[in-house]
């Protein structure tokens, strides 16, 4: 009896097959700095000419439990965006311009079908930030995953100029927040949404409740985070130099904009008026979810937060919306005095 890898439950030959049909989709998603292709044993970057005093900046997160609905509508092309959404957001708050991405994507059996879908996605991404997609890891690990799952990890590296660091020593009381709208959810809180939506509420994917205006249950989870690199550098353009800015993920609107602070004299204060809340955190508030759990636990349908000085907010607001965003002015920058680091003006 001759006994194989294949025996064991991992499949070379699926292996090379997906490279090969990703080759393409990856070379769509690269930059003038990157040496070299996909399939070597390490990605190959320059540095861009123009900094003087360029830093390094890192980020890394996944897409967590939103890819559930992806296995449940056998949908996988939009994932990938959420991946490189969730890291080159986080490292643009300080300004800095992403350079490359790589991905992990680990699963029990690899179907190089759903693998082609899911890089397809990063590769849009990629494009979409202006990064270059320098490679990545695929793992096929029999007995680690239930049939038909598997899970993402990114990781992103983007550079910036000392001097135009962007990392919230500035703030002042008075100071303006510029919220940018997201596209829905988002990659955060999805185990509290399938449970409140589909358990609860008792919805499936392709229900269209009233409340989404015609869209299915499973097309609205699935909407692809928003990516706000390109926003946050028409501001930079412009001249507009906003003083810090707060990517909203897990821990919504209350736990993410005083990671921006660097002082506990301060705080946000927000004003809910000031913007539309998308139909699906009605939806989900209706199973019966609190409005303070919402808050942390959700977007609510402020994507990213930037702090500008109060004669900048009106420029501001023209920029992005020239950048395509739906930008409004949420809230100000306050003194504290003892109080919560967030607070609403209801």
């Not at 928003?226 to 800015?245: C, D, N, P, Q, S």
Request: glycine share 14%; charged share 20%; hydrophobic share 45%.
């Amino acid at each position: 009896m001759s006994l194989t890898y294949k025996d064991a439950g991992v499949d070379i030959d699926a292996g090379d097959a997906l490279v090969e049909r990703i080759k393409s989709i990856a070379g769509r998603a690269t930059r003038p700095e990157v040496l070299g292709g996909i399939g070597g044993f390490a990605g190959l970057c320059r540095l861009p000419t123009g900094y003087h005093e360029p830093l390094l900046v890192s980020g890394t997160d996944g897409v967590g439990t939103k890819l559930k609905t992806a296995f449940l509508l056998d949908k996988h092309d939009t994932v990938g965006i959420d991946l490189v959404a969730m890291c080159v957001n986080d490292i643009a708050v300080v300004g800095a311009e992403p350079l490359f991405f790589l991905d992990y994507f680990a699963t029990g059996r690899l179907d190089p079908r759903v693998g082609e879908q899911v890089v397809t996605g990063i590769s849009a991404g990629c494009q979409q930030a202006g990064a270059a997609l320098l490679g990545g890891e695929t793992a096929e690990l029999p007995g680690m995953y239930a049939d038909g799952e598997y899970d993402l990890a990114g990781f992103c590296v983007g550079v910036v100029e000392k001097d135009d660091l962007r990392n919230g020593s500035a703030i002042a009381a008075g100071d303006a927040v510029v919220g940018l709208a997201s596209s829905g959810l988002h990659s955060n809180g999805h185990s509290l949404a399938r449970k409140a939506v589909l358990e609860v509420l008792g919805l499936t994917a392709g229900d269209t409740p009233d409340t989404l205006g015609g869209a299915t249950v499973g097309d609205v989870l699935l909407e692809p985070t928003r990516i706000y690199v390109g926003a946050l550098r028409a501001l930079t353009e412009a001249g507009i130099a906003f003083k810090g800015a707060a990517h909203i993920t897990g821990g919504g609107l209350i736990d993410n904009p005083p990671r921006t602070l660097r002082t506990d004299d301060l705080a946000f204060s927000f004003r809910p008026t000031a913007w539309a809340v998308p139909p699906v955190f009605e939806l989900i508030a209706s199973a019966g979810v609190e409005p303070d759990e919402m808050r942390r636990t959700f977007n609510m349908g402020i994507g990213m937060v930037t702090v500008v000085a109060a004669d900048a907010a009106d420029r501001a607001v023209e920029v992005l919306q020239g950048a395509g965003e739906q930008a409004s002015i949420v809230g100000t920058i306050v003194e504290r005095n003892g109080g919560a680091p967030v607070r609403f003006e209801d």
